[in-house]
């Protein structure tokens, strides 16, 4: 039986509207203690089953400023539609969720005990590495077919935590970048690109880390969504 990480029950999914306003230079400084709304939407979370990421991609994206998390939704579906991964065109349930929280670690124990997050199939070390990491955005991906090893890297489900304060003066659009190549693939089951890459936006170690997403990391994303490995 196919299990999934998380299951979002949303009663109104993302917002329709105009398109993002937020300016690509825009950081998110000054956005970081927009809480209390992340718990609104953290409260419609629930356990269950929804459609698998695979059959089509349907972000949620919440906790930023109204134009940031427009901003990201618009560019997930944009470089999903640029490396020819499915996506979900009529009203879905959210198989890959992007937070924004100034607080993560305590969002993530808080959900926990909630059974907000369902941790049902993916294995013990994932799960403690991302309840424990002190990354500015941490990330873990469901499995279609728990217990199994796949080399299949397209997300069945994906869950992204953004820490509002570590990542506060990165641009907007290198996180939006940095946040579709994660949440789109896998990289634990087929890792990204070692050089040129926008995974290397937070080693400390890497020189002239891309600030956008490269080439070489449409191509890694082209190459896992036709399934050629």
Known sequence: MRRMLLSVGVVALLATGSVAS????DTLIGDSRRQQGLESEMGRLRMGQTG???????PLVRGASAE???YVTAR???VADQVGAEYAHHDCEPNVVVLFSPNPDELVAEATRA????YRGVAAQDVERFKTSSQPVRWI???ATPGFKTHDARPYNALVIVDSNKAADIKVSTLADY???IALADVRVRPAPAEGSIMNLFDSAADG???AMTEADRAYLRAVHSRRY
Do not use: Y
């Open 22 to 25: 937020a300016r690509q230079s």
């Open 52 to 58: 698998g990421a695979r059959a089509g991609v349907c």
């Open 68 to 70: 940031i998390n427009t």
């Open 76 to 78: 997930l579906r944009q």
């Open 115 to 118: 059974k907000r997050f369902n």
């Open 141 to 143: 991906h469901g499995s």
């Open 179 to 181: 946040v579709s190549l």
């Open 209 to 211: 880390t891309p600030q």
